[in-house]
């Protein structure tokens, strides 16, 4: 498969850094072609500028800025993201890419009459892999709007028969090397099973 991976994370020595570079490998080591996009290291611009809204509907204009991503996108098979979960949410570059790269056009078509389908289908697979400060029931409680966000309106998006993975290390902030080296291998072993 052809599987782009969003990463959104700054510091590429950081926990959620080690997990990136596990999924990366475990999927070219089982034969998938990776398009590895690092949003903080390609220096994404998560910001939707003025012209961006006003043009958000224009499907030849709201493609313009971001066209790379767009071309990446439309060649996945499978698509899996990367990105610690800060104040309940994603990070503002992923939140940002999620904004100026799903728009119409790219990830839905809205109708005159407001209907509205989704234009994703070829990805096959989705998967996120997440840590949390808190622990789950705090996420929970909070009603885990990221979580929501992967398995509900990403999943809607995608072949309607797209296997969905969400891979969530909570409670980093009293996390253990045995609690992290266990949450390792859910994900070494979740790729290992890619086909």
């Not at 390609?42 to 003025?50: A, C, I, K, Q, T």
């Not at 979960?85 to 799903?102: Q, S, T």
């Not at 840590?131 to 998006?157: E, F, I, K, N």
Request: proline share 4%; with cysteine.
């Amino acid at each position: 498969m052809n599987v782009l991976v969003v990463y959104a994370h700054p510091v590429e020595t950081s926990f959620v850094g080690a997990l990136h570079r596990i999924v990366v490998t475990r999927l070219e080591r089982a034969g998938h072609t990776v398009d590895d996009c690092d949003l903080y290291a390609e220096g994404f611009d998560p910001v939707m500028s003025r012209q961006d809204r006003i043009d958000y509907h224009d499907t030849g204009l709201n493609q313009s800025r971001i066209g790379p991503h767009v071309e990446r996108l439309r060649r996945a098979d499978a698509l899996v993201l990367i990105y610690p979960v800060w104040n309940f949410g994603f990070p503002a570059i992923l939140k940002g890419y999620l904004d100026r790269v799903w728009v119409p056009g790219v990830a839905f078509e809205l109708a005159e009459n407001g209907d509205l389908s989704f234009t994703l289908r070829h990805i096959k697979k989705l998967a996120a892999v997440c840590t949390y400060g808190g622990q789950w029931w705090r996420a929970r409680l909070m009603s885990d709007p990221p979580r929501r966000c992967v398995t509900r309106m990403m999943r809607a998006h995608v072949a309607l028969t797209a296997s969905t993975d969400y891979l969530a290390c909570y409670d980093m902030n009293h996390t253990t090397e045995t609690k992290r080296a266990a949450f390792m291998s859910r994900v070494d072993a979740t790729f290992s099973r890619w086909r």
